[in-house]
């Protein structure tokens, strides 16, 4: 038999049969005196001494305290642990991210002042503060994923409060990604974590808009232009929604793979769920209002308008449209801001598709005029005008 699994194209294994039906238990310092047998799964993995040393004995893990390095020193964690120690970048990275923040929070009212007054360049302030924090949310997803790896980290050995389901649920949602930690996947529970860290930038832009929107004003010709700012919020708003349900759906997926990892099965029954989904979405559409809620977008796009907004109070006018299609209202102010963004021809589509429902209410009530034999309403638009035009003719004709 060759000692590689390489040679396997020349030369053929050999195979073993192990019968275990007459086998039984051994003693402990029996076995604890028995040759070690170790399987190469991977004929890529590293044999390096690392994995030939023996695991970890009874009082060498550290799988709680791992946890608690990860998600409160944050990027900091590796420090501690032994896969990521003695990597400087990432701790140089992670150093230069909190000092950025840590100086914009000390001289705070000095850089707001100048960034209100336009003095300080207003795009490169933005965006070097995003990839800082980035950055930072990066690097603890790297910590998280290094203690998830660690040979000292063992799922089964982490307290019995925190494997129960409703702590694990409530447990995802406070610290994104610790249900996946839990079940052995450090790498989905990092990726967890970046999901929901990165919906704090959004927040925090959408948070400070107005200001923002202000300081971009005040900066003139160095600051960027104003529909590239609306895309960012609205963008941004986007991502909120996205992030809210990611981090909402990865805390109940970290707990459907901790169960299946502790019992074999997953103790979340999809019916349960899909009922519970019925019992919200029946109770969304008995509290929601939707010509109440319209209105007030509507109000709230026409203040966004005065202050210089487009595409902000469009995307506002549109979901007013939809939640109350009956009030033209929504779709002519919608006809407006597309003229204003310079798209003439969806503003005349708007214009048209109004145009179609007012003629075909105003034949139905010319209909049940003639039918009643009385005058109720007016006449429709096209009546009017050619009647004007018939009349215009013979008084023409008239000396």
Same mark, same amino acid.
């Given at each position: 038999?060759?000692?590689?699994?390489?040679?396997?194209?020349?030369?053929?294994?050999?195979?073993?049969?192990?019968?275990?039906?007459?086998?039984?238990?051994?003693?402990?310092?029996?076995?604890?005196?028995?040759?070690?047998?170790?399987?190469?799964?991977?004929?890529?993995?590293?044999?390096?001494?690392?994995?030939?040393?023996?695991?970890?004995?009874?009082?060498?893990?550290?799988?709680?305290?791992?946890?608690?390095?990860?998600?409160?020193?944050?990027?900091?964690?590796?420090?501690?642990?032994?896969?990521?120690?003695?990597?400087?970048?990432?701790?140089?990275?992670?150093?230069?991210?909190?000092?950025?923040?840590?100086?914009?929070?000390?001289?705070?009212?000095?850089?707001?002042?100048?960034?209100?007054?336009?003095?300080?360049?207003?795009?490169? *302030?933005?965006?070097?503060?995003?990839?800082?924090?980035?950055? *930072?949310?990066?690097?603890?997803?790297?910590?998280?994923?290094?203690?998830?790896?660690?040979?000292?980290?063992?799922?089964?050995?982490?307290?019995?409060?925190?494997?129960?389901?409703?702590?694990?649920?409530?447990?995802?949602?406070?610290?994104?990604?610790?249900?996946?930690?839990?079940?052995?996947?450090?790498?989905?529970?990092?990726?967890?974590?970046?999901?929901?860290?990165?919906?704090?930038?959004?927040?925090?832009?959408?948070?400070?808009?107005?200001?923002?929107?202000?300081?971009?004003?005040?900066?003139?010709?160095?600051?960027?232009?104003?529909?590239?700012?609306?895309?960012?919020?609205?963008?941004?708003?986007?991502?909120?929604?996205?992030?809210?349900?990611? *981090?909402?759906?990865?805390?109940?997926?970290?707990?459907?793979?901790?169960?299946?990892?502790?019992?074999?099965?997953?103790?979340?029954?999809?019916?349960?769920?899909?009922?519970?989904?019925?019992?919200?979405?029946?109770?969304?559409?008995?509290?929601?209002?939707?010509?109440?809620?319209?209105?007030?977008?509507?109000?709230?796009?026409?203040?966004?308008?005065?202050?210089?907004?487009?595409?902000?109070?469009?995307?506002?006018?549109?979901?007013?449209?939809?939640?109350?299609?009956?009030?033209?209202?929504?779709?002519?102010?919608?006809?407006?801001?597309?003229?204003?963004?310079?798209?003439?021809?969806?503003?005349?589509?708007?214009?048209?598709?109004?145009?179609?429902?007012?003629?075909?209410?105003?034949?139905?009530?010319?209909?049940?005029?003639?039918?009643?034999?009385?005058?109720?309403?007016?006449?429709?638009?096209?009546?009017?005008?050619?009647?004007?035009?018939?009349?215009?003719?013979?008084?023409?004709?008239?000396?």
């Amino acid at each position: 038999m060759s000692s590689s699994f390489g040679s396997w194209d020349t030369e053929p294994p050999e195979i073993i049969e192990l019968d275990l039906s007459g086998a039984t238990p051994k003693p402990a310092d029996v076995l604890r005196d028995a040759p070690r047998v170790r399987f190469l799964l991977d004929p890529d993995a590293d044999d390096s001494d690392d994995n030939d040393s023996p695991p970890p004995g009874p009082g060498e893990y550290r799988s709680g305290l791992l946890v608690v390095l990860a998600y409160t020193l944050g990027p900091f964690a590796p420090v501690f642990m032994r896969q990521g120690k003695h990597n400087t970048a990432w701790t140089l990275v992670a150093l230069l991210s909190i000092s950025s923040w840590a100086a914009l929070v000390w001289r705070w009212p000095e850089v707001r002042l100048m960034l209100e007054q336009g003095i300080a360049p207003f795009l490169p *302030w933005s965006l070097t503060m995003y990839s800082m924090a980035l950055l *930072w949310a990066a690097a603890w997803c790297r910590a998280i994923f290094l203690a998830g790896v660690d040979r000292r980290f063992v799922p089964e050995r982490l307290p019995r409060w925190l494997r129960a389901p409703a702590a694990m649920a409530a447990g995802g949602l406070l610290a994104p990604g610790l249900g996946h930690l839990a079940s052995g996947h450090p790498r989905r529970a990092a990726v967890a974590f970046w999901m929901v860290a990165t919906s704090a930038l959004p927040i925090l832009t959408l948070s400070w808009s107005g200001w923002l929107w202000q300081c971009n004003e005040n900066a003139g010709v160095s600051g960027v232009p104003g529909l590239a700012l609306e895309t960012m919020f609205v963008a941004s708003a986007a991502l909120v929604g996205l992030g809210t349900l990611l *981090w909402i759906g990865s805390a109940l997926d970290g707990v459907r793979l901790h169960s299946v990892r502790a019992h074999g099965r997953s103790e979340i029954r999809g019916d349960w769920l899909a009922a519970t989904l019925l019992v919200v979405i029946v109770l969304l559409l008995f509290t929601l209002r939707p010509v109440q809620l319209a209105g007030q977008l509507d109000q709230f796009a026409g203040a966004m308008r005065h202050a210089g907004y487009r595409l902000t109070p469009l995307c506002l006018e549109a979901t007013a449209s939809q939640l109350d299609p009956a009030k033209p209202k929504y779709a002519m102010q919608m006809a407006e801001l597309f003229e204003s963004l310079g798209k003439k021809q969806a503003a005349q589509q708007l214009r048209n598709g109004l145009r179609e429902r007012w003629d075909t209410y105003a034949e139905q009530l010319l209909r049940e005029e003639l039918h009643d034999g009385e005058e109720l309403v007016p006449l429709p638009i096209d009546v009017v005008a050619e009647s004007a035009d018939s009349t215009a003719a013979e008084a023409a004709k008239t000396p």
